[in-house]
Structure formats: C-alpha cells, structure tokens
C-alpha cells in the first residue's frame, strides 16, 4: 500500500533553516514526480516545488534560491530543505506523489498528485 509519511516540522525564527523529509512505502520516489506543498492558516494548498523521475527540479518565484529539493539514494525518502525562512511560510508541509503531464511548479497543483502524507506542522516566529 502506498503511503507518505512527513517529518522534521518544528517551530523556528525567522532566517533559520529546516529540512523535511518524506518516507515512501509501498513505491519509489523515484518513480512518480514528487512535490512539496505548503498550506497555511486559511489558504489553500500551495506548491512549493517538484522533483521528476530524472530529478529535476523547479520551485515557485517565492522560494526559488532558498529551497531545495532532493531524493535520498534509497530511492524512499524526499527531502526538503528550507532556508531563510519567513513568517509566512509557516503551516502544514505535505509531500505528494502523482503523475501529472508535466512535472514542474508552475504546471501542476493539488490535483495532480494521488498520494499525499498526513503533514508536518512548521511554525515560523518573528
């Protein structure tokens, strides 16, 4: 069964950096485009960035040269490092695995993806 499970969520200042990671069961993540998502209170969903089968990566303006995105070399586990981060950019971090048409930021959102994880709360103090 397929299943994505998120974790390293905490509570930060503001500038500091974090690194999510998401663990894959029952697929690879090398294997589907993976995407983080952030939603904060009140918003939708939103994209953050997405990795393909041939890990590229693309991100939204908004976090483009502080975000990065990679896959571990066990194929199970989708990492997400976030750095200099804002206030704004708190709230629920879920990964996604889906097969979209085309596997970059700015052409997919929530409805491509098929799998997602349960979140992990980050919460950014000013």
């Known amino acids: 069964q397929e299943q994505l499970v998120e974790s390293g969520g905490g509570s930060v200042q503001t500038g500091s950096s974090l690194t999510l990671s998401c663990a894959a069961s029952g697929f690879f993540v090398s294997d589907y485009c993976m995407a983080w998502f952030r939603q904060g209170p009140g918003k939708k969903r939103e994209v953050v960035g997405v990795?393909?089968?041939?890990?590229?990566?693309t991100y939204v303006e908004a976090v483009r040269g502080r975000a990065t995105i990679a896959k571990d070399n066990t194929r199970t586990t989708l990492m997400l490092q976030m750095n200099n981060l804002k206030p704004e950019e708190g709230g629920m971090y879920y990964c996604a695995a889906g097969r979209p048409y085309w596997c970059r930021a700015w052409s997919v959102d929530s409805t491509s993806f098929t799998y997602w994880g349960q979140g992990t709360q980050v919460t950014v103090s000013s």
């Open positions: 990795i393909d089968k041939d890990d590229y990566t």
